[in-house]
């Protein structure tokens, strides 16, 4: 067979395209269908040792992009490219452009909804939660994928030419008579998903909550519930939370610490100038504190009034307390050893007495 016959024979129609197109699709199909799954592994392989080496975020989602990849969307780009080269009926080639594009759009809601998992995931292994706050990113993720598909399928369905403003409308209305109806469960549901997100609070964080005060044990969907000071459990709906202001005593780093004291008047004067230096060798004396001053602030009704103030470093409420009692009993040696009295109210009294003419 010579060169001639092989024209001859390319030339050749079989269902509306030549030999030599059909040859192009099939070659073009089976190039691209196995480049593609090649350089997916490819980049697959780097990334998890991208990963291996250093753990960053953009490769942990690169690999999960990558693992979302199907091959039915291999072969329907395959398909698309190799269909380039071939006439087909206008008929089947609008089933094969929706065949396509079905394709396309699935595989698109699959990248969306591996990157909604990645960013929910990330954040909760960043917070560690655990428990409650868990099955609230659990809520998180599955509204954030309906979302994805929801949305993927109403863009599939315009590029298909249908429609869809009579369907959204549809929905729209559905949807408000359902907000409605369940507005107050959807209310701390979304405060929920705020707590999760924003963490102004976190389980074993003490809130005060306008006159409510206790440690946050358990944080749901609905509610929110702390055990108080005095043992009884507070029940708190999240949407009523986040609309009160909320004093987060675990996120302390240090306390401050401030005091006054009285000395009685008839202390020297040499001796009410060394105070303000007893109070804070006593304050210095402690560990995980800051002095931060100590003056003969005031002339009080019976005592000469001294204040001083210092910053405890430590959030427990308890090492404050030990660290100021600390303080208190210093100073009561200091002042026994010099002679210096703690005053009290006091009042005295002078009578006079008036001879009769």
């Known amino acids: ?12 129609v079989y269902y509306g395209n030549t030999l030599f197109a059909w040859a192009k699709a099939v070659l073009t199909f089976a190039l691209w269908f196995t480049l593609l799954p090649l350089a997916r592994a490819f980049i697959a392989r780097r990334v998890r040792k991208g990963i291996a080496d250093h753990p960053v975020a953009f490769l942990v989602s690169v690999r999960r992009l990558l693992d979302a990849t199907t091959r039915v969307f291999m072969v329907a780009v395959a398909t698309y490219l190799a269909m380039r080269w071939l006439r087909v ?39 560690g939660a655990v428990g409650e706050s868990a099955a609230s990113l659990n809520i998180l993720r599955f509204v954030g994928v309906l979302l994805v598909w929801v949305v993927t399928f109403l863009m599939l369905l315009t590029n298909l030419g249908v429609e869809i403003g009579p369907l959204i409308a549809g929905l729209g209305v559905g949807g408000v008579a359902i907000a409605l109806a369940v507005q107050s469960i959807l209310g701390d549901l979304f405060a929920s998903l705020s707590i999760t997100l924003d963490k102004p609070f976190r389980v074993g964080d003490f809130l005060v909550i306008g006159e409510e005060k206790g440690k946050v044990e358990q944080i749901g969907i609905k509610s929110t519930r702390l055990r108080s000071l005095s043992g009884e459990q507070i029940v708190i709906s999240n949407g009523d939370l986040l609309k009160s202001r909320i004093r987060n005593y675990g996120l302390l780093y240090e306390r401050r610490g401030s005091f006054s004291i009285g000395i009685v008047y008839e202390t020297p004067r040499a001796t009410v100038r060394e105070v303000p230096a007893l109070i ?35 959030a427990e409420y308890g090492t404050f307390m030990d660290i100021q009692q600390a303080i208190n009993l210093q100073l009561m040696d200091d002042f026994a050893a010099r002679g210096i009295e703690f005053a009290y109210p006091t009042s005295r009294q002078f009578m006079i007495e008036v001879e009769a003419p």
């Open 280 to 314: 804070e060798a006593a304050i210095r004396a402690q560990p995980k504190t800051r002095f931060e001053r100590a003056h003969f602030a005031s002339f009080g009704s019976s005592a000469l009034l001294f204040e001083a103030v210092y910053f405890v470093l430590d």
């Open 1 to 12: 067979m010579n060169l001639d016959d092989i024209r001859e024979l390319g030339q050749a």
């Open 89 to 127: 009926p206008a008929q089947a080639d609008r089933y094969i452009d929706t065949a396509i594009l079905v394709v396309v759009w699935w595989q698109v809601a699959r990248w969306l909804t591996a990157a909604v998992r990645h960013f929910v995931d990330t954040r909760g292994d960043r917070d």
